[in-house]
């Protein structure tokens, strides 16, 4: 069984930044494409970053040049460092990882393994 660890969100001002980390643990194989996303309240869950099984990436255009995705697989862990935030961006950062897809995907339902989430809020 995969289990996913979110950590590292918090309280910052707008223009900070935060570095989110997840642990995974389980089988070496049960997980390909990584991704990062993120749910504010009243919105519906959005893909916010991903790493494929080659290592290519793509980034929402909401957070492109602003965040960053890393992976690495000698310590099961993704990593997501969020710069220059806005207000916008304040949400629960969830990571998810697939037993099956090697692309990029933004698709929920290609992920089958999540975290618990963890809570970034940006304030003026």
Known sequence: QVQLVESGGGSVQAGGSLRLSCAASGSDSSWNSMAWFRQAQGKAR???AVIATDGSI???DSVEG???????NAKNTLSLQLNSLKLEDTAMYYCAASSWLHVRSFNRN???FWGQGTQVTVSS
């Open 66 to 72: 602003r965040f960053i995705i890393s992976k690495d």
């Open 46 to 48: 959005e893909g916010v």
């Open 110 to 112: 290609s992920y089958n």
């Open 58 to 60: 793509a980034y929402a």
